[in-house]
């Protein structure tokens, strides 16, 4: 390929029987990759042919040297199974390296102390991976690691701690890996770690507490996990904490409330999670707070009035949950509430006066509700409201001689549908000023409405659906 000197790009897929590559000699090459090329064993060109005696330097090792060293050169090998090492000056120029499906023991065996560039470097998908080479601390400019279903992996490096730069670090899908190196702890620049799919992995490193740097922590089906480290609160920047499918998990660790930059809390599919902290109201910061499949859980904390500044609230899945804390009426920055199949709540909050601020509230399979709240009236900014498969609700104002639907004049949007035993829609629905969309499905025991719906053709909606009402005209009407 010595005529090719100004190539930047060089892709070789599925050439079966490839074994020298001969890149010598691509001054400019920015991007390298390979994918399925089975018998390829090296990147230079075969011994003893026209094209080795035409090469610059004494020997075959010379020859794969003269490549030059590149700037941002980023290189894709894929089931390459028989290539075990790569040119010292190509691994001096790469700055990202992605390694996949090889069932070898890996490409880099030898020359990490050559990847001096190296910034990304991703292993996926190589399944007779047992552990990382031992030189691999010294990948000192690495800013973003990612290794991913690796089955076999049993262990990490403790080299790791060398990674001054990394700032992003992933674990996905690495059945074997039982823990996580001490040395973690070293790791100073470190902003995001993602551990998904570890199912050996039983806690983490006590270490953890001093990942200063860290704000985004996402742990995902670790099936066997029973412990967060206790000093997960010691983490002041931590900005988002998403836990999701840790079924042994039966509690989170105290001092939540020194977590003062938490942005968003998620815990989804921890069916063991029996209890929140108390402290989980103390992180002033929060924005978001999502409780999502945790069918243990029977009580929320009464310290999450204290969040002040919380947007986005999402309750949902939680089967064993019969009230919610009255205090949630005081969350005066709350936007958008979400209660979804809460299968024992029985009662909606009632004190609603501050939610000043909600625009969207759904009410989604919670078979059990009987009564909305009487304070309805007060969400002053609601514009969206949906209630869905509440099969025991009857009225959706119980409370409307004293301050009804007709108090919502943001409302645009009215969907009900699936409530089976409700018998009558509120007082005034027709005179919402700003009502753009009123749909009605499967509601056998709704009354009649006739004049309402008359005038509710009138101001021409933009979508009036009412269907599977027997008591009610049956209208599918957009404009």
């Given at each position: 390929m010595t005529g090719l000197r100004s190539l930047r790009k060089l892709m070789i897929s599925y050439c079966e029987n490839l074994?020298?590559?001969?890149?010598?000699?691509l001054m400019h090459l920015e991007l390298l990759e390979f994918k399925g090329c089975d018998k390829l064993k090296s990147l230079g060109v075969k011994k003893g042919t026209n094209q080795e005696e035409h090469q610059v330097g004494s020997s075959r090792d010379e020859q794969m040297n003269n490549i030059?060293?590149?700037?941002?050169?980023?290189?894709?090998?894929?089931?390459?199974?028989?290539?075990t090492t790569l040119p010292e000056k190509l691994l001096q120029s790469l700055t990202t390296l992605h390694i996949e499906n090889c069932a070898n023991r890996m490409v880099l065996t030898t020359g990490l102390e050559n990847l001096s560039l190296l910034h990304h470097l991703q292993i996926e998908i190589c399944p007779n991976l047992k552990k990382l080479p031992e030189d691999i601390g010294h990948l000192s400019s690495l800013q973003h690691f990612s290794i991913r279903e690796c089955p076999k992996l049993e262990s990490l490096s403790e080299e790791m701690q060398h990674w001054k730069s990394l700032q992003k670090l992933s674990i996905v899908g690495c059945a074997y890996l039982w823990a996580l190196p001490g040395g973690i702890a070293k790791l100073t620049s470190l902003k995001e770690l993602e551990i998904n799919g570890c199912d050996s992995l039983i806690s983490f490193p006590d270490e953890m507490k001093e990942l200063m740097s860290l704000q985004k922590l996402k742990i995902e089906h670790?099936?066997?996990?029973?412990?967060?480290?206790?000093?997960?609160?010691?983490?002041?920047?931590?900005?988002?904490l998403e836990i999701s499918?840790?079924?042994?998990?039966?509690?989170?660790?105290?001092?939540?409330?020194?977590?003062?930059?938490?942005?968003?809390?998620?815990?989804?599919?921890?069916?063991?999670?029996?209890?929140?902290?108390?402290e989980l109201g103390k992180p002033s910061t929060l924005r978001v707070l999502a409780i999502i499949g945790c069918p243990n859980l029977e009580v929320l904390p009464e310290g999450l009035r204290n969040l002040q500044n919380l947007r986005l609230l999402e309750i949902s899945d939680c089967s064993n949950l019969t009230t919610l804390p009255e205090g949630l009426g005081d969350l005066s920055?709350?936007?958008?509430?979400?209660?979804?199949?809460?299968?024992?709540?029985?009662?909606?909050?009632?004190?609603?006066?501050?939610?000043?601020?909600?625009?969207?509230?759904?009410?989604?399979?919670?078979?059990?509700?009987?009564?909305?709240?009487?304070?309805?009236?007060?969400?002053?900014?609601?514009?969206?409201?949906?209630?869905?498969?509440?099969?025991?609700?009857?009225?959706?104002?119980?409370?409307?001689?004293?301050?009804?639907?007709?108090?919502?004049?943001s409302l645009k949007e009215l969907i009900i549908s699936n409530c089976s035993k409700l018998q009558t829609l509120p007082y005034g629905l027709e005179n919402l000023p700003s009502l753009r969309v009123l749909v009605i499905w499967k509601c056998s025991e709704l009354e009649s409405f006739e004049n309402v719906v008359i005038e509710l053709k009138?101001?021409?909606?933009?979508?009036?659906?009412?269907?599977?009402?027997?008591?009610?005209?049956?209208?599918?009407d957009a404009s």
């Amino acid at each position: 390929m010595t005529g090719l000197r100004s190539l930047r790009k060089l892709m070789i897929s599925y050439c079966e029987n490839l074994e020298y590559a001969g890149v010598e000699g691509l001054m400019h090459l920015e991007l390298l990759e390979f994918k399925g090329c089975d018998k390829l064993k090296s990147l230079g060109v075969k011994k003893g042919t026209n094209q080795e005696e035409h090469q610059v330097g004494s020997s075959r090792d010379e020859q794969m040297n003269n490549i030059p060293n590149l700037r941002s050169a980023k290189m894709w090998i894929e089931s390459c199974d028989r290539l075990t090492t790569l040119p010292e000056k190509l691994l001096q120029s790469l700055t990202t390296l992605h390694i996949e499906n090889c069932a070898n023991r890996m490409v880099l065996t030898t020359g990490l102390e050559n990847l001096s560039l190296l910034h990304h470097l991703q292993i996926e998908i190589c399944p007779n991976l047992k552990k990382l080479p031992e030189d691999i601390g010294h990948l000192s400019s690495l800013q973003h690691f990612s290794i991913r279903e690796c089955p076999k992996l049993e262990s990490l490096s403790e080299e790791m701690q060398h990674w001054k730069s990394l700032q992003k670090l992933s674990i996905v899908g690495c059945a074997y890996l039982w823990a996580l190196p001490g040395g973690i702890a070293k790791l100073t620049s470190l902003k995001e770690l993602e551990i998904n799919g570890c199912d050996s992995l039983i806690s983490f490193p006590d270490e953890m507490k001093e990942l200063m740097s860290l704000q985004k922590l996402k742990i995902e089906h670790c099936s066997n996990l029973r412990a967060l480290p206790d000093g997960l609160a010691n983490l002041s920047l931590l900005e988002v904490l998403e836990i999701s499918s840790c079924n042994r998990l039966k509690s989170l660790p105290g001092g939540m409330q020194h977590l003062a930059s938490l942005d968003t809390l998620k815990i989804k599919g921890c069916d063991n999670l029996e209890k929140l902290p108390e402290e989980l109201g103390k992180p002033s910061t929060l924005r978001v707070l999502a409780i999502i499949g945790c069918p243990n859980l029977e009580v929320l904390p009464e310290g999450l009035r204290n969040l002040q500044n919380l947007r986005l609230l999402e309750i949902s899945d939680c089967s064993n949950l019969t009230t919610l804390p009255e205090g949630l009426g005081d969350l005066s920055s709350l936007r958008s509430l979400y209660i979804q199949r809460c299968l024992k709540l029985t009662s909606f909050l009632e004190n609603l006066q501050q939610m000043t601020s909600l625009q969207v509230l759904w009410l989604i399979e919670c078979p059990k509700l009987k009564d909305l709240s009487t304070g309805l009236g007060f969400l002053s900014a609601l514009e969206k409201l949906t209630i869905w498969g509440c099969h025991n609700l009857i009225k959706l104002f119980p409370g409307e001689d004293f301050l009804g639907i007709q108090a919502l004049n943001s409302l645009k949007e009215l969907i009900i549908s699936n409530c089976s035993k409700l018998q009558t829609l509120p007082y005034g629905l027709e005179n919402l000023p700003s009502l753009r969309v009123l749909v009605i499905w499967k509601c056998s025991e709704l009354e009649s409405f006739e004049n309402v719906v008359i005038e509710l053709k009138e101001r021409k909606l933009r979508k009036l659906n009412i269907r599977d009402c027997p008591y009610l005209e049956t209208i599918n009407d957009a404009s």
